[in-house]
């Protein structure tokens, strides 16, 4: 009796996150949270982010995070900074995809990125 051949990792389909035609479901900022952009990696699952807050932090990818989460620069994230050192440090706990970001900038989160050309 022939055996069921698995099939190989080429003929699997990839997921590229949320697709452009379904609705959107955007985390938006709570409390103290506030978004911000990837400058450059710092290697060791920390970053430097430009907050839209005015502020220039330190950020790392928690724990429970690492696995799911990859950020290159440019991204768009949202950071939760820490209570001790909350002006130079913080935890990025969410990316946006690119229909997200869109969908921030339509509703006001997002101010242009010219504004911020100080950092």
């Known amino acids: 009796m022939p055996f069921k051949k698995k099939p190989f ?3 699997k389909k990839k997921s590229t996150g949320p697709g452009t035609d379904q609705p959107i479901r955007v985390r938006t900022p709570r409390g103290e949270e ?3 952009v990837v400058l450059r990696r710092l290697g060791g699952s920390r970053m430097e982010v430009s907050c839209f807050d005015g502020k220039s932090r330190i950020c790392r990818i928690p ?3 690492k696995k799911f989460l990859w950020i290159r620069e440019g ?6 900074p820490w209570e001790f050192q ?3 440090k913080g935890d990025v706990i969410y990316k946006y995809h690119k229909n997200q970001v869109l969908w921030l900038k339509r ?5 242009e990125v010219s504004e911020f050309e100080e950092f």
């Open 9 to 11: 990792k080429k003929d």
């Open 34 to 36: 506030t978004l911000g």
């Open 63 to 65: 724990g429970k995070l």
């Open 75 to 80: 991204d768009t994230v949202l950071v939760k």
């Open 86 to 88: 909350g002006d130079k």
């Open 107 to 111: 509703k006001g989160f997002i101010k």
